[in-house]
């Protein structure tokens, strides 16, 4: 091999040298397997599980959750489970990407959750009818 990563083949009985083409390796592929619950209300926690697979047989190093557009992580973890709560109401768009060992990385996944306002009702309050007669 070549420093540049070039491979020949060199058959002097049949006088040829071929070039082989180096093994290329491809971009993992990311999965978000489970999202539940998809529909909750704020400060309820929701759980995400995503799975990474490669075709070169490399295992995934690193699982990267997106919020939003955001070009940054809110978090990475070799793990690909993600717990969370405290999402204000709203609905949100959540992605995962997967690293490898060749340092490649798969394209975003996107699950979208929808957080729902708590509304309140005050067990306490009463009403008051007064009849006055006359």
Do not use: C, H, K
């Given at each position: 091999m070549l420093p540049d990563g070039r491979?020949?083949?060199v058959e002097p009985t049949l006088g040829r040298v071929q070039l082989l083409r180096?093994?290329?390796y491809t971009r993992p592929i990311a999965t978000i397997v489970a999202a539940s619950p998809r529909v909750v209300t704020a400060g309820q926690a929701v759980s995400l599980l995503g799975r990474g697979a490669d075709s070169n047989s490399q295992a995934a190093v690193s699982y990267a959750w997106y919020l939003g557009d955001s070009a940054?992580?809110?978090?990475?973890?070799?793990?690909a489970t993600l717990a969370t709560s405290g999402l204000a109401p709203g609905d949100y768009t959540i992605s995962l990407r997967v690293r490898d060992g060749q340092n490649e990385?798969?394209?975003l996944r996107t699950v979208t959750i929808s957080v729902a306002q708590v509304v309140t009702t005050d067990p306490q309050s009463w009403t008051f009818l007064l009849y006055l007669a006359g």
């Amino acid at each position: 091999m070549l420093p540049d990563g070039r491979v020949y083949l060199v058959e002097p009985t049949l006088g040829r040298v071929q070039l082989l083409r180096p093994l290329s390796y491809t971009r993992p592929i990311a999965t978000i397997v489970a999202a539940s619950p998809r529909v909750v209300t704020a400060g309820q926690a929701v759980s995400l599980l995503g799975r990474g697979a490669d075709s070169n047989s490399q295992a995934a190093v690193s699982y990267a959750w997106y919020l939003g557009d955001s070009a940054q992580p809110f978090a990475v973890s070799a793990d690909a489970t993600l717990a969370t709560s405290g999402l204000a109401p709203g609905d949100y768009t959540i992605s995962l990407r997967v690293r490898d060992g060749q340092n490649e990385v798969s394209e975003l996944r996107t699950v979208t959750i929808s957080v729902a306002q708590v509304v309140t009702t005050d067990p306490q309050s009463w009403t008051f009818l007064l009849y006055l007669a006359g």
